[in-house]
């Protein structure tokens, strides 16, 4: 895997220098190579030559700043005439992981997701890491990893394999996040006779149900430290929080072919995160 590349998606805006860097330092931890990646798509009013030369600039421009900065890394540039979506999707079925810039912080201090970033995100078949663009201070050289785990086993073998990998990588410690809801029974106001002690229980239930799940990943991974973390309430709101001390956000998109729909909790938090984002895809699912 460390001979796959890790790719950076390169525009002429300056947030997709922050999504250079990352990769290239990320590039570095895993011995990687770094390709800086742009999609030529000339706009119908514009001049496709000047646009061009200005994309040559800033791709050329941005290699410099790799190579300045990250001299040990192997890093290279190209530019090809596709719509940018598409050719980042197609070269990440051989990457390691997409990076990609969020083009400029939203009006509630979160992701502006673009039409390219949406459908990267919900069309690579590698792990998509969305970096936070404009003013919005970056990430803490000490926070941890936090792992969105998914219900499904099979959809979170994938995040909790990424996750363990980058938190080994970074050196650094590993919480691992699941929300559960109380059953409706719970939530009404008129309540349950003889069942007060029970939402203690199941969160309890939960917590052991995470526990266990996560035992053969601290046998692969002995030098991570790994919390469990489990809360009642809503995944996106408990994420988003967890996000604001983290180094590395990482959730599981469950694809369905064909769509962009990534799913409530991965778009609320892709907006709303104040820390780069993993995005893993699990498994396919075919559309409705």
Known sequence: MQHQPIIAG???TPDSLLA???AADEARRRSAPLLLLHGHDPSFFADAGTERRAAEQALAGTLDWVREHYGDVEASAELVDRPEADLLT?????AQMIVVGSRRPGPLTGFLLGSVGLRVVSR????VVMIRG??????????????????EDDEAEAVLDFAFRAAAVHGVPLRAARAWDLPTMFTNQSGV???SNRPAQLAEDHRRALVTLLR??????PDVMVTEHTEVGFAAEMLVSLAAGARLLVLGRSSRTGSRYVGHVVHSTLHFANAPVAVVPTKATPTG
């Open 216 to 221: 053969p990943w601290r046998r692969r991974h």
């Open 10 to 12: 390169i525009d002429i």
């Open 134 to 151: 404009g003013d919005v201070r970056r990430t803490p050289g000490s926070g941890e990893v936090v792992a969105g785990v998914p219900e």
């Open 193 to 195: 006779t003889g069942l």
């Open 124 to 127: 690579a078949d590698c792990p």
């Open 20 to 22: 250079a860097g990352w």
């Open 90 to 94: 197609e070269r990440g079925r051989e």
